[in-house]
């Protein structure tokens, strides 16, 4: 990979960057505590898990997977376009993922509604009378997967920020601390789900 | 130290990065439906464990940052590892 070195006026990025990472580690034990949580209760309840875990619709969850993979790319290509001083490049690849994050919260909607109908959601009288482990699924794929829409939302908001800021030219390609920060805690988002995706869709 | 030099990734890198991405989640996809019995969990997860480093080395820029972030950026997650690796144990074991 030939990239090319550009020099750019002082400013604290290299703290910011380092801020920005320390808040990123205190997100990945908040998800790891989920993981583990799941990892302990598929070990005692094994056979529950792989009933509860075959009624989520894998299609779904890859496409969803699929959505998340390709808007991480957009996210980080604005970074290359604002860097290279093309900031209508980077606006269109900003938004492109903001619309992708969109595609993602949509197709997320219709997976939770679709559960709803079925009256199964946490609380209910379906769900009641799962059994235990069943219950402990269910419970555990609503909080790592609301949890997780919850950052993707977050993250919908400060690419809505980086939107205005390079419009009015506060993001730059001397200034791009704030889009380089938003990018990372996008890429996080991606990595969460990159472990959500294969342990409550894909293995059942 | 390069601390005022930025490295700028190319398109064409990213866009490779995001076919490898992809090209691994439709391994996952298929391993899983193989029936490997325990070694399904075992097979997803190691993918998924090569994917997330594939996001943070490329997408994350963590190839060319300081080595200070490297070291760093490592020995989080190698602690994260082994804080979920032994409470499982501890789990299994008592």
């Given amino acids: ?204 | 130290m390069k601390q005022n030099e930025t490295h700028i990734s190319s398109y064409s890198s990213l866009a490779t990065v995001l076919a490898i991405l992809l090209l691994m989640t439709t391994f996952s996809v298929l391993v899983t439906g193989w029936h490997l019995g325990p070694f399904t969990v075992a097979a997803a997860l190691l993918i998924a464990c090569i994917k997330a480093a594939t996001v943070i080395i490329n997408f994350m820029h963590m190839k060319f940052e300081s080595l200070f972030l490297k070291i760093l950026v490592s020995g989080v997650f190698l602690l994260f590892a082994l804080v979920i690796v032994i409470t499982f144990i501890d789990y299994l074991l008592r």
Avoid: C
């Fill in chain 1, 1 to 204: 990979m030939s990239g090319q070195i550009i020099h750019t006026e002082h400013t604290d990025s290299e703290t910011g960057k380092l801020g920005m990472w320390i808040f990123l580690f205190t997100e990945l034990f908040l998800f790891g505590g989920l993981f583990l949580v799941y990892a302990v209760f598929r070990a005692k309840y094994s056979a529950e898990f792989h009933t509860a875990a075959a009624e989520l619709n894998a299609f779904i969850g890859t496409l969803n997977t699929v959505f998340l993979l390709v808007s991480s790319m957009t996210v980080a290509m604005s970074l290359t376009a604002i860097q290279t001083n093309k900031p209508k490049l980077a606006l269109f690849l900003v938004t492109v993922t903001i619309l992708l994050a969109a595609l993602f919260m949509m197709n997320k909607y219709f997976e939770w509604s679709h559960k709803f109908e079925y009256k199964l959601y946490p609380g209910s009288e379906v769900m009641r009378n799962l059994p235990h482990g069943e219950i402990l699924f269910f419970g555990l794929y609503y909080m790592m997967t609301g949890l997780h829409a919850v950052h993707v939302l977050v993250g919908m908001v400060l690419l809505s920020v980086n939107v205005f800021k390079i419009k009015s030219g506060k993001v730059s390609s001397s200034h791009f601390l704030l889009l380089e920060n938003s990018a990372l805690y996008w890429h996080l988002v991606d990595l969460i789900w990159i472990f959500i995706f294969p342990l409550l869709y894909l293995i059942t």
